[in-house]
């Protein structure tokens, strides 16, 4: 006793049927490429301000947490991070750059940044957006990053 219709819908798939297998396989495909390719890739670098925006009445100043991370399957050696705000020349970063002796694989180190928009009377601090940006290498492969500051009177 049959209990069900094999094709309910009373269509014919006999044009398309062929075609349903390796357009299926096709998408696999695209997705695993995409996966494999870049689509997964963990960053290298991240960064964050912990205060934003920094006041110049208030003599802020925040600091700038710079994530580094090692996904490949090699020790790397002698990192060097550097940090930099050529936008705003009166922006104190200290320190400019920190190295890391090594760093193995699939490990994250994080290093601390102190941010300080300098305000003197005779030369003032112009409020405004500002970007920081953060960069180091990797098994020879440059890797960089940008934050932005909002410094406010």
Not at 17 to 42: K, M, Q, R, Y
Not at 53 to 68: G, I, K, R
Not at 70 to 97: E, G, Y
Request: no cysteine.
């Amino acid at each position: 006793m049959k209990v069900y219709k094999r094709n309910p819908l009373d269509m014919d798939l006999a044009g398309i049927e062929g075609l349903l297998l390796p357009a299926l396989g096709v998408l696999i495909l695209l997705f695993l490429a995409f996966l494999f390719l870049g689509g997964s890739s963990p960053n290298v670098v991240t960064a964050r301000l912990v205060q934003n925006p920094l006041s110049l009445s208030a003599n802020d100043s925040t600091v700038l947490q710079v994530q580094v991370s090692n996904p490949t399957s090699q020790m790397a050696q002698d990192m060097i991070v550097q940090v930099t705000a050529p936008s705003a020349p009166k922006l104190s970063i200290t320190p400019k750059r920190q190295t890391i002796p090594f760093l193995g694989s699939n490990e994250t180190r994080t290093l601390e940044f102190l941010v300080l928009p300098v305000d003197a009377a005779s030369d003032p601090f112009t409020p405004g957006s500002y970007s920081i940006t953060i960069s180091t290498q990797l098994q020879g492969e440059p890797y960089t990053t940008q934050v932005k500051v909002q410094v406010v009177k």
